[in-house]
């Protein structure tokens, strides 16, 4: 059975500002605690053996909160992931669910109207919509949308949409006001003194609208 | 079934050498026809969109030729490579043949003794042991192992084996000399003006033992 959905509040890991493997862990829980409710595993530096340990120290921390893999479909397959995150330039999203089967989650990047119009519908579950505002954390991220335009593509959306880039506290009210169905962060959670505090501010933001 | 396993002169293809996807291609064809025997596509850099689009016109030109695939075991397995080839530090071999299932070749990178008596052979097929002597096209490489050491390794190994690292013309037969069952290039058929005739060369040359 597919995992539920919740995008409200979505931690995509960085190694480098979460302290690598262990600092992700310790990360995740805690941020979790504070009520995030998706977590991706996103490491484009790693090799393979450490994305398969951190994924499989992650799935075991997490417990019932999705664990979703960014781009390898292996990796993913092999620690039965929750789901995978794959961007328009990584393996195509029918192909991914060719791999991946009916079961598992997908997601896929987007940043303009038509990357919008051209998701499989069918296929993806929700899409991530960015950047949003400028982020330091995606060096090869896609221009900055800006909250205007970002609202349009809430309108134009069929889908569950989270918005990304650039993202902390003081924006997320804006967002789901603008029609996000939740927000993903990296820097507003990994690498704060206190992650779960810091999950509950953002949290307490989403629900004010 | 499990492809044939002939290792006598392996190429791996390098985009930035071989002028990109189209370059690969034509140069892969091409050194067929002078006597490769398995082809490895390997391209670090790349996203993999673009990783699939080219395994897939390998795959196509190559006929009966065996595709490899670095790394990568979504590629593969979209693409239905022969096999899959992982390093040290890619996806352990016995998650990998996990994946592959029992009809597609798996080959792991070694550089020394440790690494040869950590194979395991009832799950790899081959193995590659490099660098050899020094090379310019790998940037993470282990240190070099010169041919004195290779040919210890050699007699050491209970599994077939590929030199790699630093080969070209005038260095194959003393590789085959010492035990290996083969060479794998990148440089000396990638980029040379006439690979058709570059692999028929190194072909000549290992055939001498």
Redesign the interface.
């Known amino acids: 059975m597919k995992p539920d959905l919740d995008l409200s509040l979505y931690l995509v890991l960085d190694p480098d500002l979460c302290g690598g493997e262990e600092g992700m862990v310790a990360t995740a829980v805690a941020a979790v605690a504070g009520g995030v409710t998706m977590v991706q595993l996103r490491a484009p530096k790693w090799?393979?053996?450490?994305w398969?340990s951190a994924a499989l120290a992650l799935k075991a921390a997490l417990g019932p909160i999705p664990l979703i893999i960014n781009?390898?479909?292996?990796?993913a397959?092999?620690v039965d992931a929750a789901g995978v995150h794959v961007?328009?330039?990584?393996?195509?999203p029918e192909?991914a669910r060719?791999?991946i089967g009916p079961h598992k989650l997908l997601g896929l990047s987007t940043s303009n109207a038509a990357h919008l119009a051209a998701v499989p519908l069918d296929i993806v579950d929700y899409i991530g919509v960015g950047p949003v505002f400028a982020t330091g954390t995606k060096l090869d991220a896609s221009p900055v949308i800006g909250l205007a335009e970002f609202a349009k593509l809430m309108q134009a959306k069929a889908i569950p949409a989270v918005a990304i880039g650039g993202i902390g506290l003081g924006r997320v009210a804006a967002l789901r006001a603008a029609g996000a169905d939740g927000v993903a962060v990296v820097s507003a959670i990994c690498g704060q003194a206190d992650p779960q505090q810091a999950a509950q501010a953002l949290r307490l933001e989403g629900a004010d609208v």
Chains 1, 2 share one sequence.
């Open positions: 090799k393979k053996r450490q398969v781009d390898h479909i292996d990796v397959l092999l961007g328009q330039q990584d393996i195509a192909m060719q791999l």
